[in-house]
Structures are given as structure tokens and as C-alpha cells.
């Protein structure tokens, strides 16, 4: 399984950004995936996650209210939708996927850089 992030770039804060994930195989509705980040100087932290058989998704309190994590089956592609983006919100930002129920998340992408501008 291999994923691709794109959509990062250079935004004002306040503003918004839409992060798209593009997976080889049909993970999109199966196993468990989520967004993470990390910033200079900081560990890799989760940002959103989302369980598709539960239909569940859960959110890091820095983002929650702010950032939507959704998928489309139909094109195999997970989004992170960000808005009200904040100066702290500056970092990589990591596609991931789990290679079965219940497992840890196995399959990441390379990254895609977020830069907040004041």
C-alpha cells in the first residue's frame, strides 16, 4: 500500500487548506486511517483519525472545531480540511493507514509541508 499527500503550501492565518491523500488500494472505507504532523523541534503528533466501519472520527483538542478528516470512496482519497488555520498549525503533515482492524499504522505517506504566514 503506498499513500500520497498533496495540497500543503503557504497560508495566511486564518485562512484555509484542504489536504487530499491518494492511496494505491482500497483503504479508503476499510482500514482505519489518519492525518498526523510534526513540527521542527516536535515529535509526530495525530491531528485526526477516522474509523470507517464505526464511522467514527476523533480529533487532537488543538484542531477540534477547526479540521474535518473525510474520505471518498469513490476516488480513494482521504481529506483533512483546515480551517481558521492558526501560526501553530505550521508543520509536516503525514497521511497514514492501518493494514488491518485493530492493527498499528503501517502504510505513511512522505509528507506535505503547511506553512502559516502571519
Known amino acids: 500500500v503506498e499513500v500520497w499527500e498533496s495540497g500543503g503550501g503557504v497560508v495566511q492565518a486564518g485562512g484555509s487548506l484542504r489536504l487530499s491523500c491518494v492511496s494505491n488500494?482500497?483503504?479508503?472505507?476499510?482500514?482505519?486511517m489518519g492525518w498526523f504532523r510534526e513540527a521542527p523541534g516536535k515529535e509526530r503528533e495525530v491531528v485526526a483519525e477516522?474509523?470507517?466501519?464505526?464511522?467514527?472520527?476523533t480529533y487532537a483538542d488543538s484542531v477540534k472545531g477547526r479540521f474535518t478528516i473525510s474520505g471518498d470512496e469513490a476516488k480513494n482519497t482521504l481529506y483533512l480540511q483546515m480551517n481558521n488555520i492558526k501560526l501553530e498549525d505550521s508543520a509536516v503533515y503525514y497521511c497514514?493507514?492501518?493494514?488491518?482492524?485493530?492493527?498499528?499504522?503501517?502504510?505513511w505517506g512522505q509528507g506535505t509541508q503547511v506553512t502559516v504566514s502571519s
Open positions: 477516522i474509523a470507517w466501519l464505526q464511522s467514527k472520527t
Open positions: 497514514a493507514s492501518k493494514g488491518y482492524y485493530g492493527g498499528p499504522y503501517a502504510y
Open positions: 488500494e482500497r483503504t479508503i472505507g476499510t482500514y482505519d
